[in-house]
């Protein structure tokens, strides 16, 4: 481990390099025995026509005719390996805004030389884009944006390999991080942001929240700083995003355990607390080195801080100084995205992936029915929390957790919601990454990016993780994206209908079930799906974060990038591509849908100005202005 250099590793390397994680679990088991008894992939793969797609009984009557005409506006792209962004003949890209720029005018912006002054650097456009939304307000263009985690080395450029050497240090990576707001307009030269907008807002590891639901006020949730375990600061490892139908951000606490470390390795905490760490990957040594100068990391001092991350976070846009609410009614873990919908009664439901290997996909169904212009925080807090189990013959259902079915307490359930999971039975994944439900069918997706582990061992709470139905391989390389449509057309319901939309492969390498399912052919090659957003037409937006060195088992698929999916027709097509090292992730459209914005995180070269390479929000429009999408 001391040969490691933990400033080259990302959050997914870091847990397997302290906490090595499965290589099989058990959603495989259930495709490896539909594969075995149906042929390949014959009942659970969705390819092909219309009616193949999810069939005819599943799709339902206004989607399940064929389609036989492309639905995409565009020609796609090849695969590319440079070191900037390229886009469709007949479409434009421009910068928007990049790590380091200023959203006030006495803020200064990105230094070579220190990577800028502590004291404003929560007064600038925040480091490695996220999960987005946009907000339309009194004829107001916002956009919300997740900052996810620092790059050291170019945030800290004087510190030695990019390690925090004071508090200072560690006071603008906390800074860097998070959510911003800002207002955005666009203008005959293109898109940019309003500088001292009463709307631009920095939201971090600082500034002040407030809980609420279920374990509001709990004892695991007090500290000497808040005893009543009713407030919090700072929020942290903001991944994907969400959007309420009441106007607000949800942004997502993802990979929050290596923000945690202990100035003392002899430390012993209580058998619940200790169990939770191991569970969650809290160890004695942080990623980032917080807990060397700020206590409030450190866990022998503050054993139950890290309790208060790992939530959903809502922020009110227009109102920048509100008091972000984290609802503790969703649950803890690493959090991806917040994909809210409503059932067919008006109750709000919230789907949540828990981003690592053999943990679980979750759903939230409130109590209270939406209803525009009243109360909103409960409908966040006061329902039931489910975890989802995956059958081999293509059902399955969703299991509450509750004390009944966890032998645990509400507020505990909402704390270790992976060991209620656990106890609960449900059915363990391959990374789930972001969420999306569709806006013309009732269904859903989530992307399952990979998992190079399956088969080995089980997961952190020593769950069984062998091969199930929806991860069908060994070494899963690729990744692939489930999709399930509940029943009677409700998401409320507990029971679901499921298939595999796509599993992401290489024929041009592989001729066995790593070639990836039929819509996968040499001009569309991807891996590790990770965001997606489904438009207003019903075409899936997929972003990958996976291998871009283009050889190997991977030779074609070129960089990260964004690829358009029918959910119909089951067709995929690259879209975009970003520069060498990037992740694409971050997808929002503007209120006229003639502008698409994504985001570019850490990218490898010295996009996109040609010095030291920036995670930035690029705008892409048609040069026609026709609709995006």
Same mark, same amino acid.
């Given at each position: 481990?001391k040969?490691?250099d933990?400033?080259?590793?990302?959050?997914?390397?870091?847990?397997e390099?302290?906490?090595?994680?499965?290589?099989?679990n058990?959603?495989?088991?259930?495709?490896?025995?539909?594969?075995?008894?149906?042929?390949?992939?014959?009942?659970?793969?969705?390819?092909?026509?219309?009616?193949?797609a999810m069939?005819?009984?599943l799709?339902?009557s206004?989607?399940?005719?064929?389609?036989? $005409?492309?639905?995409?506006?565009?020609?796609?792209?090849?695969?590319?390996?440079d070191?900037?962004?390229?886009?469709?003949?007949?479409?434009?890209?421009?910068?928007?805004?990049?790590?380091?720029?200023?959203?006030?005018?006495?803020?200064?912006?990105?230094?070579?030389?220190?990577?800028?002054?502590?004291?404003?650097?929560?007064r600038?456009?925040?480091?490695?884009?996220?999960?987005?939304?946009?907000?339309?307000?009194q004829?107001?263009?916002?956009?919300?944006?997740n900052?996810?985690?620092?790059n050291?080395?170019?945030?800290?450029?004087?510190?030695?390999?990019?390690v925090?050497?004071?508090?200072?240090?560690?006071?603008?990576?906390?800074?860097?991080?998070g959510?911003?707001?800002?207002?955005?307009?666009?203008?005959?030269?293109?898109?940019?942001?309003?500088?001292?907008?009463?709307?631009?807002?920095?939201?971090?590891?600082?500034?002040?929240?407030?809980?609420?639901?279920?374990?509001?006020?709990?004892d695991?949730?007090?500290?000497?700083?808040?005893?009543?375990?009713?407030?919090?600061?700072?929020?942290?490892?903001?991944?994907?995003?969400?959007?309420?139908?009441?106007?607000?951000?949800?942004?997502?606490?993802?990979?929050?355990?290596?923000y945690f470390?202990?100035?003392?390795?002899?430390?012993s905490?209580?058998?619940?607390?200790?169990d939770g760490?191991?569970?969650y990957?809290?160890?004695?040594?942080?990623?980032?080195?917080y807990?060397?100068?700020?206590?409030?990391?450190?866990?022998?001092?503050?054993?139950?801080?890290?309790?208060?991350?790992g939530?959903?976070?809502?922020?009110?846009?227009?109102?920048p100084?509100?008091?972000?609410?984290?609802?503790?009614?969703?649950?803890?873990?690493k959090h991806?995205?917040?994909?809210?919908?409503?059932?067919?009664?008006?109750?709000?439901?919230v789907?949540?992936?828990?981003d690592?290997?053999?943990e679980y996909?979750?759903?939230?169904v409130?109590n209270?029915?939406?209803?525009?212009?009243?109360?909103?925080?409960?409908l966040?807090n006061?329902?039931?929390?489910?975890?989802?189990?995956?059958?081999?013959?293509?059902?399955?259902e969703?299991?509450?957790?509750t004390?009944?079915?966890t032998?645990?307490d509400?507020?505990?359930?909402?704390?270790?919601?992976?060991?209620?999971?656990?106890?609960a039975?449900?059915?363990?994944?391959?990374?789930p990454?972001?969420?999306?439900?569709?806006p013309?069918?009732?269904? $859903?997706?989530?992307?399952?990016?990979?998992?190079?582990?399956?088969?080995?061992?089980?997961?952190?709470?020593?769950?069984?993780?062998?091969?199930?139905?929806?991860?069908?391989?060994?070494?899963?390389?690729?990744?692939?994206?489930?999709?399930?449509?509940?029943?009677?057309?409700?998401?409320?319901?507990e029971a679901?209908?499921?298939?595999?939309?796509?599993m992401?492969?290489?024929?041009?390498?592989?001729?066995?079930?790593?070639?990836?399912?039929?819509?996968?052919?040499?001009?569309?090659?991807?891996?590790s799906?990770?965001?997606?957003?489904?438009?207003?037409?019903?075409?899936?937006?997929?972003?990958?974060?996976?291998?871009?060195?283009n050889?190997?088992?991977?030779?074609?698929?070129?960089?990260?990038?964004?690829?358009?999916?029918?959910?119909?027709?089951?067709?995929?097509?690259?879209?975009?591509?970003?520069?060498?090292?990037?992740?694409?992730?971050?997808?929002?459209w503007?209120?006229?849908?003639?502008?698409?914005?994504?985001?570019?995180?850490?990218?490898?070269?010295?996009?996109?100005d040609?010095?030291t390479?920036?995670?930035?929000?690029?705008?892409?429009k048609?040069t026609?202005?026709?609709?995006v999408?």
């Amino acid at each position: 481990m001391k040969d490691v250099d933990p400033t080259t590793l990302s959050a997914d390397d870091w847990d397997e390099l302290h906490f090595p994680r499965p290589e099989e679990n058990d959603f495989d088991r259930v495709v490896e025995r539909a594969i075995s008894r149906r042929g390949f992939l014959g009942g659970v793969l969705a390819f092909g026509s219309g009616a193949a797609a999810m069939g005819a009984g599943l799709m339902g009557s206004t989607a399940a005719h064929a389609v036989t $005409a492309s639905r995409f506006a565009f020609t796609p792209i090849a695969a590319q390996t440079d070191g900037t962004v390229h886009v469709p003949e007949g479409y434009e890209w421009k910068t928007l805004m990049r790590w380091g720029d200023p959203l006030f005018s006495d803020a200064d912006g990105y230094d070579l030389t220190d990577g800028g002054p502590v004291q404003k650097s929560d007064r600038v456009f925040g480091e490695n884009t996220d999960g987005m939304e946009t907000f339309s307000f009194q004829g107001h263009e916002l956009i919300a944006i997740n900052h996810e985690y620092p790059n050291r080395k170019i945030n800290l450029p004087a510190a030695q390999e990019g390690v925090p050497a004071n508090v200072d240090d560690v006071l603008k990576l906390q800074n860097i991080q998070g959510v911003t707001v800002m207002e955005i307009t666009e203008t005959p030269n293109g898109w940019s942001v309003i500088k001292d907008s009463p709307f631009n807002r920095r939201v971090h590891h600082n500034t002040p929240m407030k809980f609420v639901g279920p374990a509001a006020g709990h004892d695991l949730l007090k500290t000497e700083a808040d005893p009543t375990g009713t407030t919090s600061l700072g929020t942290m490892n903001n991944c994907g995003a969400g959007k309420t139908p009441w106007g607000t951000y949800l942004t997502c606490e993802e990979n929050f355990n290596g923000y945690f470390g202990s100035s003392d390795e002899n430390a012993s905490y209580d058998q619940k607390v200790a169990d939770g760490f191991n569970r969650y990957g809290v160890k004695a040594e942080s990623w980032n080195g917080y807990e060397l100068f700020d206590p409030r990391f450190d866990t022998s001092k503050n054993p139950n801080e890290p309790h208060r991350a790992g939530w959903i976070v809502e922020v009110d846009p227009t109102k920048p100084d509100s008091t972000p609410i984290k609802h503790t009614g969703l649950g803890r873990f690493k959090h991806e995205n917040a994909e809210v919908t409503l059932a067919a009664d008006g109750r709000v439901v919230v789907y949540m992936g828990d981003d690592e290997r053999g943990e679980y996909l979750y759903k939230f169904v409130s109590n209270g029915t939406y209803q525009p212009g009243a109360e909103t925080e409960s409908l966040l807090n006061d329902g039931t929390l489910y975890v989802a189990k995956f059958g081999e013959d293509a059902t399955g259902e969703w299991l509450p957790l509750t004390p009944e079915t966890t032998g645990m307490d509400d507020p505990e359930i909402r704390i270790f919601t992976r060991m209620a999971a656990s106890a609960a039975g449900g059915t363990t994944m391959d990374r789930p990454e972001w969420v999306a439900s569709s806006p013309v069918a009732v269904e $859903a997706y989530c992307c399952l990016t990979n998992n190079k582990n399956r088969g080995v061992k089980p997961n952190a709470g020593g769950d069984d993780t062998p091969i199930n139905a929806a991860n069908p391989r060994e070494a899963n390389k690729y990744g692939q994206i489930v999709r399930w449509r509940p029943a009677n057309d409700d998401h409320a319901a507990e029971a679901f209908d499921w298939d595999l939309y796509v599993m992401a492969g290489n024929p041009t390498v592989h001729s066995d079930d790593r070639a990836g399912s039929p819509n996968i052919n040499e001009g569309n090659l991807f891996n590790s799906p990770d965001g997606m957003v489904i438009d207003s037409t019903g075409l899936i937006w997929i972003q990958t974060d996976g291998k871009d060195n283009n050889e190997g088992d991977f030779a074609g698929n070129g960089n990260n990038q964004m690829l358009v999916g029918d959910s119909v027709t089951g067709e995929i097509a690259r879209f975009m591509t970003g520069p060498n090292g990037c992740e694409v992730t971050g997808l929002a459209w503007s209120t006229d849908l003639r502008t698409m914005f994504v985001g570019i995180q850490h990218p490898g070269s010295n996009w996109p100005d040609g010095g030291t390479p920036r995670s930035s929000v690029i705008a892409i429009k048609r040069t026609d202005n026709g609709l995006v999408g």
